[in-house]
């Protein structure tokens, strides 16, 4: 295995996956946009090795193909799957024991080791010496997009309760001053629970960024590990080998093996810093907002350092390959934490944590017909109280039994199960007041919204219409051009939200101009887009335009809707407001003067040419 970024960056090239470029390339937008398009084309990983007004070379698109996730840890891949396997049944070992006979040395591999020194303290350097990549027009700086953000429990010191995530760290731009970075950390994440720690001890919590380095440990940064359990273990069996770490009396350790590391600590007596606005996984800017300040003490950085970077924005993107090998890894566990669930799926086109697919059971009450949700409600409920699953902002979940051949992999045919089964007077299940993705503002506020579970189960209630010649819109009401993108799913631009604008008056006019007995609601779910073109050219935009616009509480509507027993449902079509309101972030554009600068690197002779 690859002992440093350099070592994978030579094993790359020497397998045609890598491509190195000289012509100089500038960190600010151009970088960024390079690396999109590069994603975009299934092309290889690049090292720039002339970045405008730094001495480092930066590395994109690393982990830009799954065959490439493959590639990079192709040693490892067998050793984590006998440790997953063990996870979910650990009877197996006493069944074929010469499978897993090396299981217990892939174990050991899970425990760091101390060192005195390493390769990442060769040399020193500043915050502003690093490359300032800066992805988004409007983005409020540069910031690290593949950190690796080492803290230890200040409770109980040491490896085995460390936490090693992927954190927004801002280096520049903003209020910050020369020594000082920006460290935005979401829900629902490990380093929440060490810094609440540091704070009710009144001390300052120590923190370590790791940029760079072999794979492993980037990957295992992303990695949903259970609480309580250290990345660092994941970091080794991935690795092929124990995580070296340059042990440091009273201080954090600090990985051997990185190319950098920003060493710092978060002082509580420091007041927090407006952090922002940045490109996020929804595919709009995550707005300016109070964060904890990093102290930044030293940056070090070994001899042949490399500086590797992503770029965040609407999905898909490099990230969406972290996603899909994650599910490879580890996605036969998810029945062993919620007993019943069979399969999820979260969706990328959708950014992710506003939509969640789940394959689940029903098996409590096997003797009644016709079937309808009962342990599927207990599995919803699960899901949306288990670690990052609980970010969800829209769950659907349907039961194996009515369809063996169902998978949440294939979006099209799971809404259609749904929508063939769905009653809407009893299968909507609100969560109101409650806590969502940090970086979606259909809430209205950071943090702030609601959720949707979705649940069905039992025979076909309906034929799905495949075409809207029926459907008639009532004149001058700013509701027009209907179209059908999958069976049952009408959607219909409806009026712009502007100003002061009330956007459900607009919508609960419609829904009244409707009864269950119009042809319009043979269409089980409505959607009210801003551009039924755009929403309906692909599937990937009609599912980012339908989750990313509307919060479930708010925007929610239903054809002759009811409350009942504080149960809301309704007899018609659900329809979905997902207009854009003045509340929402702002939608990614790029520069277009940077991108004719890359239209120019792209054309026959310049350096990308046949690669973007």
């Known amino acids: 295995m690859d002992r440093s970024l350099r070592q994978c960056v030579d094993d790359l090239q020497a397998t045609g996956q890598l491509v190195q470029v000289d012509a100089r390339i500038d960190a600010n937008l151009e970088a960024a946009e390079i690396q999109r398009r590069l994603f975009r084309a299934g092309g290889p990983a690049v090292l720039f090795r002339r970045v405008v007004g730094c001495q480092f070379p930066m590395l994109c698109n690393l982990f830009g193909t799954m065959d490439r996730m493959r590639f990079l840890f192709r040693h490892a891949l067998r050793r984590l799957e006998r440790l997953v396997a063990l996870q979910i049944d650990p009877a197996d070992l006493m069944r074929r024991p010469r499978l897993y006979w090396k299981t217990p040395w892939a174990a050991l591999l899970t425990r760091p080791r101390k060192v005195r020194t390493g390769p990442v303290l060769a040399h020193e350097t500043t915050l502003n010496r690093l490359p300032q990549l800066k992805s988004w027009p409007d983005d409020g700086g540069a910031y690290v997009t593949l950190p690796q953000v080492y803290t230890e429990d200040p409770d109980r010191p040491g490896f085995a309760r460390s936490n090693l995530g992927m954190y927004r760290v801002q280096i520049s731009g903003g209020r910050y001053e020369p020594n000082q970075a920006g460290l935005h950390y979401q829900l629902h994440r490990g380093i929440a629970a060490h810094h609440a720690a540091a704070l009710r001890r009144g001390e300052s919590l120590p923190v370590n960024v790791f940029v760079g380095g072999p794979p492993a440990m980037t990957f295992a940064a992303v990695m949903p590990m259970p609480e309580g359990m250290s990345e660092l273990m994941l970091a080794g069996v991935l690795g ?187 299968d909507l299940h609100f969560q109101t007041c409650t806590t969502i993705d940090t970086l979606d503002y259909t809430g209205g506020r950071l943090n702030e919204g609601s959720k949707l579970a979705i649940a069905a189960a039992g025979p076909r209630m309906r034929t799905l219409p495949t075409a809207c010649d029926r459907v008639a819109l009532p004149e001058a009401s700013g509701f027009r051009r209907p179209k059908v993108l999958l069976p049952g799913v009408l959607v219909i631009e409806g009026p712009t939200v502007v100003g002061s604008t009330v956007p459900a008056e607009a919508i609960s006019q419609f829904c009244s101009r409707y009864n269950r007995h119009d042809a319009l609601c043979e269409f089980p779910l409505i959607v009210v887009v801003d551009d039924s073109d755009f929403s309906t050219k692909t599937l990937e935009n009609f599912l980012w335009t339908t989750f990313t616009r509307s919060n479930p509480a708010s925007d929610v509507f239903g054809i002759e809707a009811f409350c009942e027993d504080k149960h809301w449902g309704c007899f018609g079509s659900l329809v979905i407001d997902a207009r854009r309101k003045p509340h929402h972030a702002p939608p990614l554009v790029e520069d277009p003067a940077v991108t004719r600068r890359v239209d120019a690197l792209a054309a026959p002779g310049g350096p990308l040419h046949g690669m973007i």
């Open 240 to 426: 092929g080998h124990r995580v070296p770490m340059i042990g440091r009396d009273g201080r954090l350790p600090i990985w051997a093996e990185a190319d950098f590391c920003i060493v710092g600590r978060i002082d509580p007596q420091k007041p927090l810093k407006p952090e922002g606005p940045f490109g996020d996984h929804l595919g709009y800017y995550s707005l300016q907002h109070d964060f904890p300040v990093l102290q930044v003490e030293r940056v070090y950085h070994r001899a042949d350092a490399i500086w590797p970077f992503t770029v965040v924005g609407r999905p898909p993107q490099e990230d969406t390959m972290f996603g899909r090998f994650i599910h490879e890894l580890v996605g036969p566990v998810i029945s062993k934490h919620v007993p019943g669930v069979r399969e999820v799926h979260a969706v990328d086109a959708a950014g992710v944590h506003p939509l969640l697919l789940a394959v689940g059971s029903e098996r409590y009450v096997p003797y009644e017909s016709p079937r309808c949700p009962r342990e599927l409600l207990t599995e919803a409920n699960a899901l949306l109280g288990h670690g990052q699953m609980s970010l969800a902002k829209y769950l659907w979940i349907a039961a194996h039994e009515d369809d063996p051949t169902l998978s949440a992999q294939d979006v099209p045919g799971f809404l259609r199960h749904v929508l063939e089964r769905v009653d809407w007077r009893r």
